[in-house]
């Protein structure tokens, strides 16, 4: 039994930790509240496990399939770069304080989980392996499976967030600005490699 949660957390993990569009916005949620990090990982799992079930009844297949995956890059791509260019123009108010990101914590889990191509791409491959994997042993596995995935998540986000809340006194205003302008680049970044996976394609 450990070695198959241990399994899980390992797997889990290098999905998890993966730098990307759901790191980005929550170092700039962070700023608000220490929490940021938790709600998004409920936010992000209004959409994964609904794919988690999917995978589990066959559907890996479906995400693997070229026409599917040129719309979800093409679509994710192009909100991502949106997302980013907002959050490069507020930079200035969100890091002074006067204002926060137009969209909450919780919202943008599950934004940035739903519109990320390979969040589906990781399932259909890595993630539909390790759900095969624990399923062999028992159906009644998937729920701990599920459960153990998303304490990754949620454990990983809030140690995100609740770092920044608690160091950001430390910063100055123009370093803060600075970060925000980073994270902001790299969604447009991650954006604009969604678009061109999705056109090479064709």
């Not at 809030?158 to 600005?177: M, N």
Request: with cysteine.
């Amino acid at each position: 039994m450990l070695a198959i949660i241990l399994s899980i957390i390992v797997i889990s993990l290098s999905g998890v930790m993966m730098p990307g569009p759901m790191f980005a916005v929550a170092v700039a949620k962070s700023y608000r509240s220490p929490w940021a990090g938790t709600k998004m990982s409920l936010g992000h799992a209004v959409i994964e496990v609904p794919i988690i079930l999917l995978i589990y009844y066959g559907f890996a297949r479906f995400f693997q399939h070229n026409a599917v995956q040129i719309v979800l890059s093409l679509i994710g791509g192009a909100v991502i770069i949106l997302l980013g260019i907002n959050m490069f123009r507020a930079r200035k108010e969100v890091a002074q304080g006067g204002k926060d990101l137009k969209y909450g914590a919780f919202t943008a889990g599950i934004v940035m989980t739903a519109i990320n191509p390979f969040i589906y791409l990781w399932w259909a491959a890595v993630g539909a392996m390790l759900v095969m994997k624990i399923t062999a042993y028992s159906g009644a596995w998937l729920p701990v499976m599920i459960v153990v995935h998303w304490l990754c998540d949620l454990v990983w986000l809030t140690f995100v967030s609740v770092l920044i809340y608690r160091t950001k006194g430390l910063w100055g205003l123009k370093l803060q600005e600075w970060i925000f302008a980073v994270c902001s680049l790299l969604l447009v970044g991650f954006g604009v490699w969604y678009l061109i996976s999705g056109i090479q394609k064709f």
